[in-house]
Every structure is written in C-alpha cells, then in structure tokens.
T-cell receptor, first 113, second 110 residues
Framework: DVKVTQSSRYLVKRTGEKVFLECVQD?????MFWYRQDPGLGLRLIYF???????EKGDIPEGYSVSREKKERFSLILESASTNQTSMYLC????????????FGDGTRLSIL | GQQVMQIPQYQHVQEGEDFTTYCNSS?????IQWYKQRPGGHPVFLIQ?????EVKKQKRLTFQFGEAKKNSSLHITATQTTDVGTYFC??????????FGQGTILTVHP
C-alpha cells in the first residue's frame, strides 16, 4: 500500500518566518504534488514535480517554492510566511504521468500568527 | 486556465435518500477522477472516467462522464451514514495534472 508521509500534522509559525513542509513517499513514484485546501475552494495546486530536481508551477505558486533533491522527498517552502498562508497543506504522489490516481498524505494544518 | 465547478457545496440527506453531486469544466477534459475525504481524513481515490459518455458503478455509487467530456456526476443510491464526507471531482490533463472542484460536503442524518 502506498504511504505518503507528511512530517507534521499541525504546525504554528510566525509571520515572516521561513517554513519547511516535508513529504516522503515510499513507492518510488515519479510524480509529487503540493496542494492547499481551504473551505469552499477545494484543493488548489501549488507546485508539482515529475522528476528529481524538476519542478513546475501549479495554479497558486506565489509565496512558495519547492525542492526535490531525492525521488522520494518533496519539500514545500514558504519563503516568508504570511497570515494568508494559514491553511491545510496536502502532499500527493502518483506513479506516472497521465491519467493515474494520486495518493495523499494526511496533511499539515499550518497556522501563521 | 482550466476551471472545474462543483455543485452543490453542501447536501444534507436522511439516511436512505439518494444524493448527487455535479461537476462542470470550462474546457474539455482528458479524464475525470473522483475522490472522497472523510472528516479529519485525506482525499482517497474512488474512480477514474476516461471515455466520452462513460458510466461506471461501484455498489451504490454511479459515476458518469458527459458526452462532451466537460461534465460529470456522482450519484449515491440509498445513502448510509458511512457515506458522510466531502466528495471531490478532479479534471485531468493528459500529462497528469489535476484541477479539483470545490467539493460537496455530504451529511447523512440517521
């Protein structure tokens, strides 16, 4: 069974801090994704990666960056956290490009004070 | 860019009643996927539709993909309390990127 693990379930940070959210998958999946989930807005794609050291912007990349140094690990970075980045962050992975299911982690609920 | 609209946002039903959620895309989709998120949980893949006009069933759940591949629906017959959660559609591109709808939150009263 696919396991996508996010490093923290809950996180509280202060405005202006640099924040790292980590995601690890154990199934040798090619693709990894970062979403944020807000009530009434569904899941919105921030960044995704189809290969190591490769990244592509999603629909709402502003204020975020990512890093994928190893295939199994995909990090989301908030360069200077702001209160409007308070949200639930979900990481997902899939085994190939194309029409395949995505497998999600349990999410990190991030609060920026 | 691609937009996927999902309605209704909320649906409250009595146990045993039917439930339907609808999804519409601004562009033609390569495929559509459906996910279920239980309260406090993460989205879990339910099914994928690829062909125009496709209909798939999973027990009490029926999924349809429109002829123009721009809309889809999920219908649950005779809801049970275990059906509670948020149902998301997600429109897919040929290279794997998904655009999620806003989700429908289903509450089932026993």
């Amino acid at each position: 069974d696919v396991k996508v693990t996010q490093s923290s379930r809950y996180l509280v940070k202060r405005t202006g801090e640099k924040v790292f959210l980590e995601c690890v998958q154990d199934m040798d999946h090619e693709n990894m994704f970062w979403y944020r989930q807000d009530p009434g807005l569904g899941l919105r794609l921030i960044y995704f990666s189809y290969d190591v050291k490769m990244k592509e912007k999603g629909d709402i990349p502003e204020g975020y960056s990512v890093s994928r140094e190893k295939k199994e690990r995909f990090s989301l970075i908030l360069e200077s956290a702001s209160t409007n980045q308070t949200s639930m962050y979900l990481c997902a992975s899939s085994y190939a490009r194309g029409a395949v299911p995505q497998h999600f982690g349990d999410g990190t609920r991030l609060s920026i004070l | 860019g691609q937009q996927v609209m999902q309605i209704p946002q909320y649906q409250h039903v009595q146990e045993g009643e039917d439930f339907t959620t609808y999804c519409n895309s601004s562009t033609t989709l390569s495929n559509i996927q459906w996910y279920k998120q239980r309260p406090g949980g993460h989205p879990v893949f339910l099914i994928q539709l690829v062909k125009s006009g496709e209909v798939k069933k999973q027990k009490r759940l029926t999924f349809q993909f429109g002829e123009a591949k721009k809309n889809s629906s999920l219908h649950i017959t005779a809801t049970q309390t275990t059906d509670v959660g948020t149902y998301f559609c997600a429109g897919g591109t040929s290279y794997g990127k998904l655009t999620f709808g806003q989700g429908t939150i289903l509450t089932v009263h026993p």
